[in-house]
């Protein structure tokens, strides 16, 4: 048996899409009452709810606190159900562990953490199925401006995959376990800048400039989305507020 | 622009698994139909006609485009390769099914799609809104597909409609289903099975031959007699071989008798690695090189491998009792500890069918349409075809196909697929070794050819970056003599500190063939230069094999050099690579460099590099031999030819100078201290060269046939065998050496390419060195090329490329290149043997000297030294009493009569072409000395002119 073409000679995906072309994407804002700001997002399957906390005081350990700047903390846990095989624990484990401190980093890179010198800001993602690092990133972008956070910009991530000479944008769960290269990406659309750059597996450096661009073409995508679902959502509460 | 839709589709797979997949339907997939408004242009690549202009079709006499279903696409490609063929619609459900059926048609197809004249366009029609069908419940997944073919088959015509009312395009539903075709014109598709469609192509009566005959109605001819057990179905084998009550190997039909295989057996376990299959029912349909599952009988019914050499004869259908009988006369009395494990074939796992080269054995009966084909290759069974022009083909080399083995019949059924031309006839004979060994031979194509430099060509500034001038060297190269495809030349000189350096440089190939560009592609596809008795068929284009790559003598030349510093003990002190620019002095054969090391008055420098050279290359056997390095034999010869008819005139056994030698040791030394450097800088994808030890029972026939002479020979180690293989000399019998030494070459493994980061063994046995790569050939070997790159790289003169450092990619390319290798050299073989065929046709018959190399059960395998021929002397023939034959496997030895044969006794054998099959054209040999009444025949001359004809005309009669 033939393995799974993963691009067709016609120019097609295994799910029907083209080589650049991302998953359908719907996200909204303010979905949890409590929580500062939350949001959520449903890239293809894989769905995602970031809740932020904060700016507010240290806890626990005061000697945690920043001088100069806040404290980014991130937590990320995926549910037992969300993968193919069922998980033991929903986070805690080294993957989770690695995801929150990928987060952490790309978030301490966005997030204009110099006001609020000597404070804590939580982000809370919870994941589900497939696709993962960028979905979350979307989504806690979402809720760091749902909280009202200054931040330099959105955050916008998209992963991309590298086949047959082509890249791919936005890797689905199938494209990602037939194991090729992928490459996960958060930018800083306006001015282009790179919060987070990820690739753990081999790609000759010749392809890099490539995948990269399809990755950064597919996240200043996904910024145009998200833009038009802040934009909505600010409507929506103006609304509601009576203005 | 895009309309997306989420399905879920979920499946169970072992466990609880859930599996979601999103699947976007789109509406901005194109028709493939040019002038269609309603998706203008939306896809790119070849189209279809506006306007088919197809040969006219009786059945459908408008214009209309071809929507073939997966099976007659898997049949009938050899229809649909045809240029007269053109407009089809290939739907991606078509496509994907042909993909996971049969690798070599979907290649085939995919070559089709991209042939412009074709127009041949592949509709994406799982992805298009409007076609994909999802699966009902109770619905199998072919039922799904046939269905999902027929809604692409409606849309289209409905689709087509639209565009214009006027130019009633039509879509025609091509499938040999019934059921599906019924269906289909219930739902309003103009449908056909291939056949109709075929023969209503009036203009074209010749593609009926080439339809596969598949057809139900095959079979109402044939007896309604059984002859074969039913193939279990896939599932079951699966669950079978699971469980290991059955077995999965490869077929290996033996080229000596037709009643006998071997399966090699997948997997890893050292034990039952060979099963023997005997018997037509046991074989049960299996052709050669077929992937399938076998059974162990129980120990009982276990048999030898039989030393019986029988070929099918036979003509008809009924034979199939007489072949009881025949299979009886292999269960010979054995003794206990021969017997292998047997087994019969349960099931096929894959076909691996491939056209077929050969000849029709026209019917006896006039008329008939059904004629049995016999392919060249003995391992395959006769093929039954149906043609009608059975008179033309006669005489005639053809292609055939197979296209199913029905239970009933005793051969496979088959179509014809194209004529190469008269048997014996040279382009025609060439022709049909080269396909018959996949060897690739048509002319480089306009996109390889664009590749090349433009002329004329000169070594430009760029050119000079990273390349060392080594112009002022007074380097020559010595070669066989007519060589145009120099990739090696040499020098030596005397340094100052008075160590000598030596350089050996090398074509540099690589500069010429850039990674991943179409000249790359086709030479690594071809992997090796072939070459054949008159015929070259060259792995790059001629203008660098012969012009700017060969490093001819008086101009410039790049090249790829290793320079070594050595002592006068040939001892290396330093090793250093380059990319340099040369200029030979003198290229040189092999006779001349001889003549001038020898001849004492001349003293230029091209002299001194020599003889330095030499005397360096004479340490360097000398050490390499010591470490264990074999030196075999195997009787090689070249043909003179004729000038203008390019027929074999003479034929002489190489000679082998001390000259030879000398360019072979620095070869080899170049290729080491290459292999150490790349695998030094890469360590896990460097592609080296490692020759295994070959197991010790390989050795058994030549321990036995030298013990016969009282001699030992030891196989424990390399270097024992090289020894004991020097010691067993015999004074009254000087030629037993080098026989010896060919028995041991033919006891050895296959070199092979690989890649370091896969294997872990990189010892080379015959050459007793633990690394080695080809560097020395890259303009014959696409191996060497890769080498080349791999050093460049290493030392800094050229850039990487993404597949070079992907050690999946390299392990595909070798095993590429081995196989090339091996067909190469098969090939050569096939075409040695031609041309003494040809030798002798000329020549009449003759009577030589012959030594036996092999006993068999019914025959001897002798080698005539003259000659370097081979052949086998039977001492069975139909239509004469057999003589008494006793055959003993222990030492081995044969008594006929009261005569007995042990291998290397020197016979006289009398060498005449068989010409009674026209197909194997066959050199004959038969016994003139020992003479044993009724079986050897009259050595006096002037009986033989006699016998002769007499001989042939009571063949003829058989």
Request: charged share 25%; proline share 5%.
């Amino acid at each position: 048996m033939a393995g799974l073409e993963l691009l067709s000679d016609q120019g097609y995906r295994v799910d029907g899409r083209r080589a650049g072309e991302l998953r359908k994407i719907q996200a909204r804002m303010g979905v949890f009452a409590q929580a500062d700001g939350s949001a959520y997002i449903e890239q293809g399957n894989t769905k995602a709810l970031a809740v932020v906390y904060g700016p507010h005081e240290i806890r626990g350990s005061r000697a945690r606190a920043l001088p100069d700047r806040a404290l980014v903390n991130c937590q990320y846990s995926s549910a037992t159900f969300s993968t193919g095989e069922r998980k033991r624990r929903p986070h805690g484990d080294r993957k989770s562990c690695e995801m929150g401190l990928q987060l952490r980093q790309t978030f301490e890179a966005a997030i204009l953490t110099q006001l609020h010198p000597r404070s804590q800001i939580d982000i809370y993602v919870l994941q589900a199925d497939g696709g993962t690092y960028a979905a979350c990133v979307n989504a806690a972008t979402l809720a760091v401006l749902d909280a009202g956070i200054p931040m330099r910009d959105f955050v916008c991530a998209c992963s991309a995959g590298f086949v047959d000479g082509t890249a791919l944008a936005d890797l689905s769960h199938v494209e990602e376990a037939a194991g090729g290269p992928q490459l996960a990406l958060a930018l800083l659309p306006a001015s282009g800048q790179i919060a987070l750059l990820e690739m753990d597996a081999r790609l000759h450096e010749d392809h890099l400039e490539r995948v990269l661009e399809a990755a950064a073409q597919a996240a200043r995508d996904v910024h145009t989305l998200l833009d038009r679902v802040v934009r909505q959502h600010v409507r929506e509460a103006s609304i509601l507020l009576g203005d | 622009m895009l309309k997306s839709k989420t399905f879920l589709k979920k499946t169970r797979a072992g466990g609880v698994m859930k599996i979601v997949r999103e699947h976007y339907l789109r509406d901005d997939i194109g028709c493939g139909a040019p002038g269609c408004a309603a998706c203008g242009g939306a896809h790119e690549g070849p189209a279809l006609e506006p306007q088919p202009q197809d040969p006219a079709s009786s059945v459908c006499p408008q214009p209309h485009y071809l929507l073939p279903d997966t099976n007659v696409l898997l049949h009938q490609i050899d229809v649909l390769e045809d240029p007269a063929i053109r407009n089809v619609i290939v739907l991606q459900t078509v496509l994907q099914e042909v993909r996971n059926r049969s690798a070599p048609v979907y290649k085939r197809i995919r070559d089709v799609t991209n042939n412009q004249e074709k127009h041949f366009y592949t509709f994406t029609n799982e992805h298009h809104r409007e076609t994909y069908v999802e699966q009902e419940q109770g619905e199998n997944a072919n039922d799904r597909n046939d269905r999902a073919i027929r809604v692409a088959a409606k849309w289209y015509n409905e689709h087509l409609k639209k565009m214009s009312a006027d130019n009633q395009l039509q879509v025609i539903f091509i499938t040999n289903d019934r059921r599906n075709k019924e269906k289909a014109i219930e739902e309003g598709i103009p449908a056909f099975t291939c056949e109709e469609y075929v023969k209503s192509l009036t203009a074209n009566p010749e593609l009926i031959d080439r339809l596969a005959c598949l057809s139900e109605e095959g079979n109402e001819i044939e007896s309604g007699k059984i002859i074969f057990s039913e193939h279990l179905p896939l599932s079951k084998l699966q669950q079978g071989i699971k469980s290991g009550t059955y077995l999965q190997g490869t077929f290996r039909a033996s080229r000596e008798n037709y009643l006998e295989a071997t399966v090699w057996i997948h997997g890893d376990n050292e034990e039952n690695k060979e099963i023997i299959l005997q018997g037509l029912k046991h074989l049960n349909r299996a052709v050669h090189e077929d992937i399938v599952a076998v059974e162990l009988l129980p120990k009982s019914q276990w048999v030898a491998p039989s030393s019986v050499v029988l070929h099918d004869e036979g003509q008809n259908e009924e034979d199939v009792e007489k072949e009881e009988e025949r299979e009886r006369m292999l269960k010979t009395a054995v003794s206990e500890k021969m017997l292998k494990p047997t087994g019969r074939v349960v099931g096929i796992i894959k076909r691996n069918w491939r056209p077929y080269c050969g000849m029709l054995s026209k019917s006896d009966i006039k008329e008939s349409r059904r004629h049995l084909f016999t392919p060249a290759d003995k391992r395959i069974p006769r093929i039954r075809i149906e043609t009608r022009q059975a008179s033309t083909l006669e005489g005639r080399r053809i292609i055939v196909a197979i296209d199913g083995w029905p239970r009933n019949s005793r051969y496979p059924n088959g179509h014809f697929v194209r004529n190469l031309g008269d048997v014996g006839e040279k382009e025609t004979e060439t022709e049909v070794l080269l396909l018959e060994h996949d060897v690739p031979h048509q002319p480089f194509s306009q996109a390889v050819l664009s590749f090349l430099p433009k002329m004329p060509w000169s070594i430009t500034e760029k050119d000079m970056k990273n390349r060392e001038d080594l112009r002022h060297l007074c380097i020559c190269s010595v070669d066989p003599p007519g060589c145009t495809d120099i990739d090696d030349a040499l020098h030596c000189r005397e340094l100052e500190n008075g160590n000598l350096e030596v350089g050996v440089h090398i074509a540099d190939v690589s500069h010429f063939i850039r990674p991943g560009n179409a000249l790359d592609q086709e030479s690594a596809r071809r992997g090796t230069t072939v070459y054949l008795c008159e015929k070259r068929i060259d792995m790059v284009p001629e203008l660098l094999s012969s012009n700017l790559c060969s490093l001819q003598c008086d101009v410039d030349r790049l090249a790829f050099s290793c320079i070594w510093e050595m002592n006068h003990n040939a001892e290396i002190l330093k090793t250093k690579f380059t990319k340099s620019v040369i200029n030979s002095k003198a290229s040189l054969t092999y006779a001349e460099a001889q003549l001038r090391i020898d001849s004492a008055n001349m003293n230029d420098d091209i002299t001194t590099s020599l003889r330095g050279l030499n005397k360096l290359a004479k340490i360097l056997k000398k050490r390499r031999i010591e470490k264990g390095a074999l030196t075999l034999s195997s009787p090689e010869v070249r043909f003179h030819m004729d000038s203008e008819t390019h027929d074999p005139i003479d034929l002489q056994t190489k000679e082998l100078r001390e000259t030879n030698s000398m360019v072979e040791e620095f070869m080899l030394l170049a290729n080491i201290s290459v292999a150490k450097k790349i695998h030094e800088e890469f360590s896990e994808h460097a592609l080296l060269r490692k020759h295994p030890a070959p197991p010790p029972s390989n050795y058994e026939i030549l321990v036995k046939a030298a013990r016969s002479r009282n001699l030992e020979i030891k196989t424990d180690t390399a270097k024992s065998l090289a020894e004991s293989l020097d010691q067993a000399e015999s004074p009254t019998f000087p030629y037993l050496n080098t026989l010896l030494r060919i028995l041991a070459t033919r006891c050895m493994m296959q070199a092979v390419y690989f890649c370091s980061g896969m294997d872990n063994d990189f010892h080379h046995y015959g050459l007793a060195s633990p690394i080695y790569t080809h560097f020395t050939s890259p303009i014959r070997r696409y191996a060497d090329v890769i080498v080349h790159r791999l050093l460049a790289v290493a030392i800094g003169a050229d850039c990487t490329y993404p597949e070079l450092t992907d050690k999946h990619k390299l392990a595909d390319i070798c095993k590429n290149l081995n196989f090339r290798h091996k067909m190469a050299q098969y090939a050569q073989r096939a075409s040695v043997a031609f041309h003494t065929q040809l030798f002798f046709k000329s020549k009449g018959i003759v009577s030589e000297e012959a030594y036996i190399l092999f006993v068999r059960k019914n025959a001897i395998v002798v080698l005539i030294p003259k000659y370097g021929l081979e052949g086998t002397v039977f001492f069975e023939e139909k239509d004469k009493p057999n003589p008494q034959l006793i055959y003993d496997d222990e030492i081995p030895s044969l008594k006929i009569e009261d005569t007995v044969f042990h291998v290397f006794d020197k016979v006289k054998v009398k060498i005449m072409l068989d010409s009674s099959n026209l197909q194997h054209q066959k050199i004959r040999m038969s016994l003139v000395e020992p003479q044993i009444p009724g079986i050897s025949i009259p050595t006096d001359t002037s009986n033989m002119d006699l016998n002769g004809p007499k001989k042939k005309k009571m063949k003829l009669g058989k």
